[in-house]
Nanobody, 123 residues
Framework: VQLQASGGGLVQAGGSLRISCVAS????????MAWFRQAPGKEREFVAV????????AYAHSVKDRFTISRDDAKNTVYLQMDSLKSEDTAVYYC?????????????????WGQGTLVTVSS
């Protein structure tokens, strides 16, 4: 599967942004889809994951109640709605996919990665 992330940009603190990731290849609904992010000088970290038509969803503590992950299997797309953005949310955001359950927060367990989209939050 190939993943293409888009929608990043510059937003003020407190604002909102939605990023998207379109997948091509095998049946999208079979994939566990996740978002990770990597800030300058830091390791890649888990943000959110969704599996099997949204039956399983989990978030990192740092984004819970501010970010919402969703998927549209008919469009082969996973979204990340980001609200109440903070300067510490500034990072390159990557979408990732894996087939093997269960949903995981470990970056190393994902088989496919998008190219990343930069989100910059100004304070």
């Amino acid at each position: 599967v190939q993943l293409q992330a888009s929608g990043g940009g510059l937003v003020q603190a407190g604002g909102s942004l939605r990023i998207s990731c379109v997948a091509s290849g095998r049946t999208f609904s079979e994939y566990i889809m996740a978002w990770f992010r990597q800030a300058p000088g830091k390791e890649r970290e888990f943000v959110a994951v969704t599996a099997w038509s949204g039956s399983t969803i989990a978030y990192a503590h740092s984004v819970k109640d501010r970010f919402t992950i969703s998927r549209d299997d008919a469009k082969n797309t996973v979204y990340l709605q980001m609200d109440s953005l903070k300067s510490e949310d500034t990072a390159v955001y990557y979408c990732a996919a894996r087939l093997t359950p269960p949903p995981s927060w470990a970056a190393g367990s994902y088989d496919y990665w998008g190219q990343g989209t930069l989100v910059t939050v100004s304070s």
